[in-house]
């Protein structure tokens, strides 16, 4: 941490938008130079909340700020389409339906284990993650307790070794992201769906139920709330239905208070 200074973070900033650093030798996009840079605030702020470093220099940086792009989501009732259709890999439709209902990345279901499996109580299982190691050698542990829908998903009548994989044969290539998307055809859906709109759907399902930012962050695993902000644009619509649906419980009262009627415009007690 020593050695990260303002100058050093501009000099990383400035490669992350300015480089040829993807495989086709293209500038990275913005969103994913936005994600390798907030990776690098996160584990400066944390240090400096431990007490690691004295001084912060992220926050005198500017920032990569991410575009706002339309993230792919599922409504309900299109993910109980999808689950109705035939999906050319059973493994494939599991763990994409497990990332509709839990919010897990690709990365987090691929290497799921039975040993991260629990039971807590007869017929409630969670998930366990070793998120970090402790200064006193500990292990900090995060408990992602499981839906039901999620459960019927793990097959576990079928569950091996606790090193196995609960997903077995879940691959990342161009066989399953073509099985997605015609499985999702099959359900008629025409958007582009990829395994990472079920972490989306995931996300807007929880805020459609009422969930708040912060609860759904930790839900989500994120390290900072700003990157759960990128669902604003649907808490702002929440928002607006909910004043728009407010009932009105001074109708009858409307000429007492001398009001305008709304619809009309017309003063209520002239």
């Known amino acids: 941490f020593e050695e990260i200074d303002k100058k050093f973070l501009e000099g990383f900033r400035k490669y992350l938008l300015e480089e040829p650093l993807t495989k086709s030798k293209s500038k990275l996009a913005k969103n994913t130079a936005s ?7 996160a584990a400066l702020n944390e240090a400096y909340r431990e007490g690691i470093i004295r001084d912060n220099p992220v ?15 599922l409504t309900l009732d299109e993910v109980r389409a999808m689950t109705k ?6 493994v494939l439709k599991r763990a994409f339906l497990f990332s509709c209902t839990t919010g897990l990345r690709w990365s987090d279901i691929n290497k ?13 299982y969670r998930i366990i993650f070793d998120q970090q190691k402790l ?3 500990g292990n900090s542990l995060v408990y992602l307790d499981l839906p039901d829908s999620a459960v019927t998903l793990l097959n576990i009548q079928n569950k091996e070794g606790p090193d196995d994989r609960v ?19 099959r359900a008629g859906i025409t958007k582009h769906v990829t395994f990472h709109a079920g972490r989306h759907t995931f996300a807007v399902a929880q805020l459609n139920r009422g969930v708040d930012i912060y609860s759904l962050s930790r839900l989500l695993g994120h390290s900072e709330l700003r990157t759960t902000e990128i669902y604003a644009d649907i808490l702002e619509s929440r928002r607006v239905t909910a004043m ?24 209520a007690n002239p």
């Open 167 to 185: 997903f077995v044969g879940l691959k990342y290539n161009s066989y399953m992201n073509v099985a997605l998307l015609q499985w999702a055809m």
């Open 35 to 41: 994600s390798y840079f907030n990776k690098v605030r």
């Open 244 to 267: 728009r649906s407010f009932p009105d419980i001074f109708e009858e009262q409307a000429k007492e208070f001398g009001s305008c009627c709304p619809h009309c415009g017309q003063q």
């Open 59 to 73: 926050q005198r940086v500017k920032s990569v700020k991410a575009e706002n792009t339309k993230r792919t989501y």
């Open 85 to 90: 259709a035939e999906c050319r890999y059973d």
């Open 112 to 124: 799921l284990t039975w040993s991260e499996i629990e039971e807590f109580e007869p017929g409630h």
């Open 135 to 137: 200064k006193n050698g």
